[in-house]
């Protein structure tokens, strides 16, 4: 039998041809992503535009799909888009990498962490301590404080990598918090500390850490401190060394249109040193946020807004127990109103390889506070967890299910996922959307083969 033809107008229009129309009422402001799966019409993703129309309750963006399906390529459209409207994306831990290309080809600026490539301390202010330097009042205190607080996280989340399975004591954290502000105090305006400077710091053993152990005598100081010691050596001395135990040798670039920070170079080197790498490089990139914020604030600085993209969240968080907290802490920049970000990841089943049920329940908060949850191609196994989370219909789920495998053993068949997405906001009913390539996009956004990065993010 031959198609019928086929029609698009409005319902003013074409009111009267019932039950041949249908319309889906999709958001058309913002980014154009796809074309819905059922009307052909462009469909539009931008977490800015939604929250600022009052679409979503928050900027947050979840990304769940198989590997293989096009979680990078619709960061990637997405991301790119955005720059057109003036955001700057952030790409904190690029770990295959996947976004270097995209952040070199629009002039942006590519760090690769790595034993003898760029290095990124830990305790780096980063813009915050510029910021503080041109502020004043009540503002320089609250940024002063901000400050100290990453740099105690960052620290923390350090030490835990190290031990594994053993938290930080809480004698241990006020001793590590002293020495921060110790050595804040000795070091000139605008000099950041060390990892290396707060280990020589607590061997010294001076009166303030001391007494911020509750101790009565260096010989008890030294017996309780000795555990805590020995981690802040490994992180010098240990598998981590080269990466994090000296100053940061390039600065992010507050007017550069994007960032990513290459972590590729350490992705062979295990978990604990992937994880340390993560969770330094967002310390570091969520200080510039609220560097950017505050000046901006101040009217020191034009306002901008930022697109902070987490891909392979659970890679960082499944380092030791408690990295949660650190992560939360670390990331609670994103509740600001420059702010959007996007978390991806394979499976919530990643979340569920965490260390215990605390980290585990937390972690799935990350998710559930999320106003947009973007879904490839998944199992239906695996969506029986998302439900949990993210209210789904019986006909989402087979529709979604239906993307995660090819039905045939035919070689060279296109992977039924690859480009389909469903939109998912609140209790609305999902948008099934596809992405196709136009332009450069098919070369790069390839992710299938990707070769090796030059010091600029282009690929030789």
Known sequence: MSAAPEYQATTVQACGLFPFVAGSGAPSVGVPFGRHMMWGEVVCLDPFAWLDNGLVTNRGLTL??????????????????????????LFLGDLKPDYSAVVAAAGGQVLRVGRGLDRINPLDAGPLGSAVARMSGQAATRLRLEVRGRRLSATLALCS?????????????????????????RLPAGADPTVPDVLRVVREAPD??????????????RAETRALRQTLALLCEGSLKGV???????????????????ISAVAASGDTLVAAAMLSTWSYGFAVIDASSALADAGLAPRRRYFAVMDELWRALRGAPGLVDHADALTRVYRGRDVAHAMATHSLDDLSALPNEEDRAKARGFVERNAITVLAGLPPRELEEVTRVVPLSAQEVRMVSSWSAPESWQTGARHPGRGKYLLKTGQRVGIPVELEFVGDEAELYDTDHVRPTGDDGTRP
Do not use: C, W
């Open 64 to 89: 769940l799909g198989q590997p293989g399906t096009g979680k990078s390529a619709a960061l990637k459209r997405l991301a790119r888009g955005l720059m057109a409207f003036g955001v700057r994306p």
């Open 208 to 221: 303030r850490l001391v007494a911020a152990a509750e101790v009565d005598t260096g010989e008890v100081y």
């Open 161 to 185: 990598l190290v031990r594994r399975h053993e938290r930080v004591t809480n004698g241990e954290e006020t001793v590590l918090g002293a020495a921060v502000d110790l050595l804040t105090d």
């Open 244 to 262: 994090f135990d000296g100053p940061t040798t390039r600065p992010i670039d507050l007017d550069s249109p994007a960032v990513s920070v290459d």
